[in-house]
């Protein structure tokens, strides 16, 4: 599977934004769909998982502001971000995993959040 990030931009804190993932390829549906960020000068972490199912699960630092979604039709993940912060400064990566455990990494999209 190949995946395209998009979505990111220049907001300032308190805005939202959605980014958006492309996948291409078949089966989309029974992957794991995760995203990443990495912001300046820090390791790739964590942002929210959405299994192949209905599971779920967040950061505790974007719990609550942060909602993954996916739609297996148009083979699209979805980031809403609610009430940015500057911490929140990051490029941006979709992953998708597969019942292998292989996982896909797309491109980044950078995000970049003003006080």
């Known amino acids: 599977v190949q995946l395209q990030a998009s979505g990111g931009g220049s907001v300032q804190a308190g805005n939202s934004l959605r980014l958006s993932c492309a996948a291409s390829g078949s089966d989309f549906s029974s992957y794991d769909i995760s995203w990443y960020r990495q912001g300046p000068g820090k390791q790739r972490e964590f942002v929210a998982i959405?299994?192949?199912?209905?599971?779920?699960q967040y950061a505790e630092s974007v719990k609550g502001r942060f909602i993954i979604s996916r739609d297996n039709a148009k083979k699209m993940g979805y980031l809403q971000m609610n009430d940015l912060k500057p911490e929140d400064t990051a490029v941006y990566y979709c992953m998708a995993r597969d019942v292998y455990h292989n996982d896909y990494w797309g491109q980044g999209t950078l995000v970049t959040v003003s006080s």
């Open positions: 959405h299994s192949s199912g209905v599971y779920r």
